[in-house]
């Protein structure tokens, strides 16, 4: 049978390659594809063990059995109410953000908070000149990802929305690579849900970064391993338990005037 292997970031520079095609006996799972590929490039087997394993846009553990024609992922560590009648707004694009359209996308007139988070690019790291980041991601996993944290988030509250959208390709020093936006009856819940957004995607959604040093040295930076959808949950429910302090935020919040607009 034959599988197709795309890898990502550090995975496909031991791979060799950032695509390609295994015949593998019927009936083989990732174990026998682990060997195979090892075989062809033997440094791969000491990283192996940092690598998530996706099959066909999902997360695996452990030994998984594979069928002919599925695409197996392998993932480097990743660059650490009421129902509602539209849907979360979450998104890749491959140029600049559109701060203003993704504001207007989250905006309910019922919400007196709207909240804009924005990622920038620093120019420095460790000490060092930054003279741009590099994104990249695997592109169905991560648009999944990235719909599936803002629909849990939103649907957390009531009538909170919750808009995500994260640029790939190059990112110039001082440009977004990402930005989130909330909308929220009170800006508490607005301010919760943006953090959680961000670290949720910090560790469930496969895309990478690639600094580019002044001096023309270029890095990966793989720093977390990848989170199953499972475990942001978790967080998100840990979250979600707000401690007295917070509660009693909310409770003040109720008198906040509608049109308060608070940003970072």
Do not use: N
């Not at 420095?124 to 849990?152: F, K, N, T």
């Not at 040295?217 to 949950?233: C, D, K, N, S």
């Amino acid at each position: 049978m034959k599988v197709r292997v795309v890898a990502f970031a550090t995975a496909s520079d031991l791979l060799g390659s950032e695509a390609l095609e295994v015949t593998l006996p019927e009936g083989s799972g990732t174990a026998e594809l682990r060997r195979e590929l090892v075989a062809r490039q033997p440094h791969l087997d000491v990283r192996w063990e940092r690598l998530a394993v996706a099959v066909d846009g999902t997360l695996v553990r452990g030994e998984t059995r594979l069928a002919d024609g599925c695409e197996v992922a392998l993932l480097p560590p990743v660059s650490g109410g009421a129902p509602r009648t539209r849907l979360p707004r979450a998104r890749l694009t491959d140029g600049p953000i559109d701060v203003a359209a993704l504001e207007r996308a989250v905006a309910d007139p019922a919400c007196g908070a709207v909240l804009l988070f924005l990622g920038t690019v620093r120019d420095h790291h460790r000490g060092r000149q930054v003279a741009r980041l590099d994104y990249s991601a695997y592109r169905p996993m991560a648009s999944s990802a990235l719909e599936r944290i803002a629909g849990e988030l939103s649907s957390a509250g009531e009538r909170l929305v919750v808009g995500i959208v994260h640029r790939l390709g190059p990112v110039p020093v001082g440009e977004a690579s990402v930005a989130i936006a909330v909308a929220s009856p009170h800006r508490a819940a607005a301010y919760e849900a943006s953090r959680e957004a961000l670290e949720r995607l910090k560790r469930e959604v496969p895309i990478w970064k690639r600094e580019h040093y002044a001096d023309g040295e270029v890095v990966w930076r793989e720093e977390e391993p990848l989170a199953t959808p499972a475990a942001g949950a978790a967080g998100r429910r840990r979250s979600a338990a707000a401690p007295p302090a917070a509660a009693a935020a909310r409770r003040r919040d109720r008198g906040a005037p509608p049109a308060s607009r608070p940003r970072p």
